[in-house]
């Protein structure tokens, strides 16, 4: 067994993958269409809509500090990030699990208020809590396990990025990173006003992308599709590593939030939205021809779709075009969230 000093997220992933890998598919209602690898997996059913099911959990001390988290906002967080999942793949949010670890010490109004949290964003978003479980922890924990809808064929992969497509990003990117930032410092969302308290939200309460995902899906505009948690270009190489392809990013194109701009200044904020993470907008490639359709629907939807780059064939790499006019190779940027030393 490897070292865990070499122990990677991927490769964990990788070997659950494999060991799990079923000998017989079993029954067809039952049968995965797509499983590990993407923001969600999609099951076939009886009925005439797929099943998409994700999961995503918290960890005191390594998502989150519960002693600058607001309880409400932890829980409206801990659906958010898997909301944002099925938005990735087009879908529909419908109903979830959670379940929830405590330190015994923790105060019963911190509990109270995260689950008033969660409960907020699913009424937000029209989604129905139907179990879970709860126990004791070291550690603060949530974990929720989302289930949505998606017609057979409309879910939108990763994989399908093409050369020629462009790249776009909803919304503003730098913000989380700018709030985190911020709540290291000393700074707590309570006390802070402004641009500060704009940044402190953005990365305490992030906003998922829900009805975006779903348009882009029903419209056909978005060929692969992918959320922004781990960083744009953390998970801009994700998505083209699925697709087989390559990617120029234009810096000067990238959306930076005025709140990152305003707290960290130009040119960090511009390096936030690029490598920062937890942004959980969308990044998506669309056909060159359905360009004035994205700008369309941004227009509609008053949600900033910005085209910040191209896909392009796979020799080219996944690569930065600076405001300098050098290209830097994704992996020579330093930065997104990682789980273990050496995750790529």
Avoid at 31 to 48: E, F, H, M
Avoid at 128 to 135: N, P
Avoid at 227 to 234: E, P, T, V
Wanted: aromatic residues 6%; hydrophobic residues 45%.
């Amino acid at each position: 067994m490897a070292r865990i000093a070499r122990l990677t997220e991927q490769g964990f992933i990788d070997w659950v993958a494999r060991f799990a890998r079923p000998r017989d598919p079993g029954p067809q209602a039952l049968r995965a269409i797509l499983g590990i690898g993407d923001d969600a997996a999609v099951l076939a059913s009886a009925s005439r809509l797929h099943t998409l099911l994700t999961t995503d959990f918290l960890t005191d001390g390594i998502h989150f500090r519960a002693a600058w988290t607001p309880g409400f906002l932890l829980g409206r967080k801990a659906l958010a990030v898997n909301l944002s999942d099925i938005a990735a793949m087009g879908g529909v949010p419908r109903s979830f699990v959670l379940s929830a670890g405590f330190p015994r010490r923790t105060e019963p109004a911190y509990a109270r208020q995260v689950a008033r949290g969660v409960a907020s964003q699913a009424r937000r978003f029209g989604v129905s809590l139907v179990g879970g479980d709860t126990c004791a922890s070291r550690a603060l924990f949530l974990n929720v396990a989302l289930l949505g809808l998606i017609e057979p064929g409309r879910e939108v992969r990763r994989s399908g990025a093409r050369s020629g497509d462009g790249l776009y990003v909803t919304g503003r990117l730098g913000a989380p990173a700018a709030g985190l930032f911020l709540l290291k410092a000393g700074a707590r969302f309570a006390r802070a006003s402004g641009a500060r308290a704009e940044a402190i939200r953005a990365h305490l309460d992030p906003e998922p992308r829900v009805l975006a995902g779903r348009l882009l899906g029903l419209t056909g505009l978005a060929s692969a599709m992918i959320d922004l948690s781990d960083g744009l270009a953390r998970d801009l190489s994700r998505l083209c590593a699925a697709s087989g392809a390559g990617a120029v990013v234009e810096q000067e194109a990238i959306p930076v939030a005025p709140s990152a701009a305003t707290v960290l200044g130009g040119r960090a904020a511009a390096r936030a939205a690029l490598v920062g993470g937890e942004d959980y907008e969308l990044l998506f490639a669309a056909r060159a021809d359905h360009h004035e359709q994205v700008r369309r629907l941004s227009r509609r939807m008053r949600l900033p779709m910005s085209r910040i780059g191209q896909i392009v064939p796979k020799r080219r790499g996944v690569r930065i075009l600076t405001r300098s006019g050098r290209y830097l190779p994704v992996e020579a940027l330093r930065g997104g969230f990682r789980h273990f030393p050496v995750d790529a």
